[in-house]
């Protein structure tokens, strides 16, 4: 798997990316012995993933909403670097 872009900011912390990863190697590694469950746990795996991946932006509009509220503007030299694509997140 390639690294994600130095240039990028993850979407999510490292544990948890390791995490993710792992299981997904081990749904991987067993699918050819327990095709059903691993299709199970991979649907598990991508629904942590995205309800994960909504929490984070969910925080982030609130984030932005706040600062609208109270008047400010946001900035593109203010904001974060731009998430790496999900592939190479995942």
């Known amino acids: 798997m390639k ?5 990028h900011e993850a979407l999510f912390p490292p544990s948890e990316l390791d995490d993710f ?7 991987q ?5 327990e095709p059903k ?4 746990k991979a649907d598990q ?3 942590s993933v995205i ?6 932006f969910a925080e982030e509009r609130s984030k932005l909403e706040s ?8 900035s593109t030299e ?3 670097p731009s998430p790496a694509p999900l592939p190479l997140v995942l």
């Open 67 to 74: 600062n609208w509220s109270k008047g400010g503007e946001v």
């Open 37 to 40: 469950p691993s299709v199970e």
């Open 21 to 27: 990863r792992k299981r997904w190697n081990d749904i």
């Open 3 to 7: 690294p994600v872009a130095r240039d």
């Open 78 to 80: 203010e904001s974060p």
């Open 29 to 33: 590694a067993s699918f050819v012995d």
């Open 51 to 56: 309800q994960k991946l909504a929490q984070v």
């Open 45 to 47: 795996l991508v629904a």
